[in-house]
């Protein structure tokens, strides 16, 4: 899979579909017997990787902040509830 044939919205696939992707460059290179074919596969690997760890790292996050809102939340009215 040359960097040409990576798809153009790859930015904004989701984790999932990154991974699949991901697994499909895995399955083509361990096919590959000429590893100088199989060069740019690599490369693409690479980058793909990279772009996966930059949105997983961004979901988590987003996960981390929404988590730290709702126990602040339930602690609001927690402290709410004490103070009637």
């Known amino acids: 899979m040359k960097d040409k044939n990576l798809p153009n919205d790859i930015e904004n696939k989701s ?9 499909n460059i895995i ?3 361990e096919k590959q017997k000429d590893l100088e074919k199989s060069i740019e596969e ?3 690997l690479i980058k793909l990787n990279s772009l996966i760890e930059k ?3 961004i979901v988590s996050k987003q ?4 988590t730290k809102e709702k126990i602040s939340k339930k602690i ?3 402290n709410d509830k004490k103070i009637k």
């Open 55 to 57: 949105k997983f790292n």
């Open 15 to 23: 984790l999932n579909e990154l991974t699949e992707l991901a697994d």
């Open 63 to 66: 996960i981390t902040q929404k």
């Open 27 to 29: 399955k083509n290179l």
């Open 42 to 44: 690599y490369k693409d």
């Open 76 to 78: 609001n009215i927690t």
